[in-house]
């Protein structure tokens, strides 16, 4: 939570170095379409909400980018799972929509391509 990163994505903010991973997060602004107004860092419970997409598209990309990862998932070698660290106060909330044990899941990789074909 009040992650800077996810904040600067949410404003659409360039900074320089910073940009690059700004851009990765942006998608993650891009798929919460549940908030028509404030969408920006002004507004926690859309900052909230991009994080927990940022998570599960972090969690996807992780299993999608390493193969012996993904198949130690799948041979319940090791689970995976994603979490969201609160500054305030210092607690780890584990997504459990997140676990993957033995079955590798999607969450976004799809939602784009789905999207663009909506709006077109």
Known sequence: ????AIGGACDDVQMGNL??????????VY????????RNSENPTFV???SRIQVKRSVENIVEQSVILREMIEK???????AIY????GLVEFLEETFML????????DVGAKLLRQEA
């Open 1 to 4: 939570t009040k992650c800077g």
């Open 19 to 28: 940009s690059t991973l700004l851009n990765k997060i942006q998608p993650s």
């Open 31 to 38: 798929y919460e379409r549940t908030t028509t107004k404030n």
């Open 48 to 50: 909230e909400k991009v």
């Open 76 to 82: 319940e070698q090791i689970g995976l799972i994603g």
């Open 86 to 89: 609160n500054v305030e106060t």
């Open 102 to 109: 033995g079955e590798i899941r999607h969450f976004y990789l």
